[in-house]
């Protein structure tokens, strides 16, 4: 057996035990990577939406009610330009918004 075939054959073995490493290490680093990003990220409670303002400050009647753009995650106060009218928005508590992720506006509009 000549030297290319030899080293040839070395080779053909070293990658297929890099293919088995691959996908064996792979998915346990992903695994344990899922745990440690989920533990550090608690889940956010859910967002109740509220098609009024009467019904969502019964829902949480110290907090403030606010009016959240679903698709731009922005919440607009009481007199200001789009509280209660953007297209796709509801009615909401401030704390639960700010909870799961959603801002005030910075324009105050």
Known sequence: MSYFSQYHRSRQGQSY???IAFKTVIPRLLVIA????G???PAA????????AE???????SDVVVWLNLPTHI???KDMRWYGNTKNGAYVCK????ENGNRGTLNGQ
Not at 34 to 37: A, M, N
Not at 95 to 98: E, F, G, L
């Open 75 to 77: 919440y607009h106060w």
């Open 17 to 19: 035990l890099n293919a």
């Open 95 to 98: 704390k639960d918004a700010d």
């Open 45 to 52: 409670a859910a967002l109740t939406l509220f098609s009024t």
């Open 34 to 37: 899922t745990l440690i990003i």
């Open 39 to 41: 533990s550090a990220f």
């Open 55 to 61: 019904q969502a400050q019964q829902h949480c009647p």
